[in-house]
């Protein structure tokens, strides 16, 4: 299976400020990698998909880069409904295994 | 709009098994995948398997093979999981989602609220 790592685990940030999580896969996935958000008591939201191209709905001040095994998420401006947690994804090959999570918290 | 909708809450035994459906309503059925994930309390996420009804697939997470079981009824649009030979580590909320293809990436854009399964003797 292909382990993805997330870093940090967590992080504290306040709002307005830019945040970058990063995830690396155990082996080259192309740009088969998806960003998720999940908030406290509630079903994981699709953000990014395809490493850089964001969901319909989803504010422009998300964004994803990246390509083989190093992937990021950014955040430009953090905003007080951003604290979540985040999960990266890899689509590359069954199964689809999700990084460990980071939270950002206040 | 598109909903996946879950059935309700199990409490089980160690040692039974569990059956938790996936209704979607709004739109098409056959033309995605239907995966499974679960979120043991205060853990990540945790893919289980997918099914793709229109060709009939199934694949299973290793760590499940054995025990779980996905299946599809395409004429009510429900999705199934059934977990078998439950212990405590399967405590969990299970969701379904709804797997989109865009090129060979596939995400998931849709998701059931989750069904809380609870093993205790």
């Known amino acids: 299976d292909i382990q993805m790592t997330q870093s940090p685990s967590s992080l504290s940030a306040s709002v307005g400020d830019r945040v970058t999580i990063t995830c690396r896969a155990s082996?080259?996935?192309?740009?088969?990698l998806n960003w998720y958000q999940q908030k406290p008591g509630e079903a994981p939201k699709l953000l990014i998909y395809?490493?850089?191209s964001l969901q319909s709905g989803v504010p422009s001040r998300f964004s994803g880069s990246g390509s083989g095994t190093d992937f990021t998420l950014t955040i430009s401006s953090l905003q007080p409904e951003d604290f979540a947690a985040y999960y990266c994804?890899?689509?590359?090959?069954?199964?689809?295994?999700f990084g460990q999570g980071t939270k950002v918290e206040i | 709009q598109v909903q996946l909708v879950q059935s309700g809450a199990e409490v089980k035994k160690p040692g039974s098994s569990v059956k938790v459906s996936c209704k979607a309503s709004?739109?098409?059925?056959?033309?995605?995948?239907m995966t499974w994930v679960r979120q043991a309390p205060g853990q990540g996420l945790e893919w289980m398997g997918r099914?793709?009804?229109?060709?009939?697939?199934?694949n299973y997470a290793q760590n499940f093979q054995g025990r779980v079981s996905i299946t599809a009824d395409k004429s009510t649009t429900t999705a199934y999981m059934g977990l078998s030979s439950l212990r405590s580590e399967d405590t969990a909320v299970y969701y379904c989602?709804?797997?989109?293809?865009?090129?060979?990436?596939?995400?998931?854009?849709?998701w059931g609220r989750g069904t809380l399964v609870t093993v205790s003797s």
């Open positions: 099914i793709i009804p229109f060709l009939g697939i199934t």
């Open positions: 082996q080259s996935i192309s740009n088969y």
């Open positions: 994804q890899q689509s590359y090959i069954t199964p689809h295994t």
């Open positions: 709004g739109g098409t059925f056959s033309s995605y995948s």
């Open positions: 395809a490493t850089s």
């Open positions: 989602a709804r797997g989109v293809r865009d090129g060979y990436n596939r995400y998931y854009d849709i």
